[in-house]
């Protein structure tokens, strides 16, 4: 089904495509097109987009920490490689020559997510049609059992971001949309490689009404997300955070400080996954989406990006 989309306004520029074809990027590519796969679950994070056979290139800080220099720091790209069309009722291949996830400047790397009426931007080669994910993922060593890491960055949306709160829809077997879609919108994530590696383990996230941010943690086996943490939240303005995570079974910890307050959240408590061995960060744009949502093209960056252990 061939249609005229704008394709993006940034930096003063225009792209526009017909068909599956598209113009401008801002990098150089990250990663090669796959085939669609099926509905995963909702809590399933599939790893299909990585960097193409190259070591990592980051920078060492005095204190020990890995920095990210460009998204050839990070250990992979989840870039989305199909769109779904309405109209269609199926996900189509992206243009191959657009990229989400760009280098911005030195050291700051862009997360971009399209959305209109009639299609919208998916999650990785999935046909998932109720979520939208572009992210970046690891720097340096992982975290394991026991130890106690700090993952920083310096983020800000774009001064019209909406964070679809509106979206109170889901799909049905037969394709129709019916009430009961949960809403999120992560911009960190970490997340187990190994054993309950589906839903994540900290998440820190823009709230429903785009006026406040939290820090989330959902440990062992209980059920969802719990806020630890809730701070204001400006679209446009940059906010400097560290989120301080400790595993344990018994005595973890999920805080986080921002613009250089005191650390806060919750101590001495369980944060681990079941069967889990092997955590990962993730920066980006993961979010809800679908028709009704009241969301828009939007974007994220993150600069200042680093991961340390601190233990």
């Known amino acids: 089904m061939a249609r005229w989309r704008i394709i993006a306004i940034m930096g ?3 792209g526009l495509g017909f068909g ?12 090669r097109p796959s085939s669609v796969v099926g509905e995963a679950g909702d809590d399933a994070d599939i790893d299909l987009s990585t960097p ?12 020990g920490a890995y920095r990210m ?3 050839k720091s990070f250990e992979g790209i989840e870039e989305p490689r199909m769109d779904w069309v309405v109209a269609e009722h199926d996900v189509e291949r992206k243009a191959s020559n657009f990229f989400n996830i760009t280098d911005v400047a030195p050291g700051t790397v862009r997360m971009f997510l ?4 009639d299609w919208w931007d998916g999650d990785q080669a999935t046909n998932r049609r109720d979520r939208q994910r572009a992210e970046v993922k690891g720097l340096g060593p992982h975290q394991k059992d ?3 890491f700090e993952y920083s960055t310096t983020w800000r949306t774009d001064p019209d971001f909406t964070d679809p ?6 799909l049905s077997d037969d394709g129709e949309w019916v009430g009961g879609r949960k809403h999120f919108c992560h911009v960190f994530q970490l997340k187990a490689t190994n054993g309950s590696d589906g839903p994540p383990l900290v998440t820190m996230s823009v709230d429903a009404g785009n006026k406040t941010a939290d820090l989330d943690f959902g440990s062992g086996r209980s059920g969802g997300l719990k806020v630890v943490r809730t701070f204001p939240f400006k679209a446009g303005e940059w906010m400097h955070v560290v989120i301080r995570i400790k595993i344990s079974h018994t005595n973890g910890e999920a805080e986080i400080s921002v613009n250089g307050d005191e650390f806060k959240g ?3 408590v369980p944060v681990y996954r079941p069967n889990s061995t092997d955590y990962r960060p993730k920066w980006g744009l993961y979010r809800a989406i679908g028709p009704a949502s009241g969301a828009h093209d939007d974007w994220v960056e993150h600069r200042d990006v680093t991961a340390r252990r601190v233990d």
Do not use: E
Not at 165 to 170: E, M, N, R, S, V
């Open 12 to 14: 003063g520029m225009i």
């Open 165 to 170: 709160a509106k979206l109170t829809a889901g």
């Open 114 to 117: 399209r959305y209109r009426r």
């Open 69 to 71: 220099t460009s998204l």
């Open 52 to 63: 193409q056979g190259q070591a990592s290139q980051y920078a060492r800080t005095p204190d």
């Open 146 to 148: 026991g130890q106690t």
């Open 266 to 268: 919750a101590i001495h």
């Open 20 to 31: 599956n074809f598209a113009v401008r990027s801002l990098a150089a590519p990250t990663s």
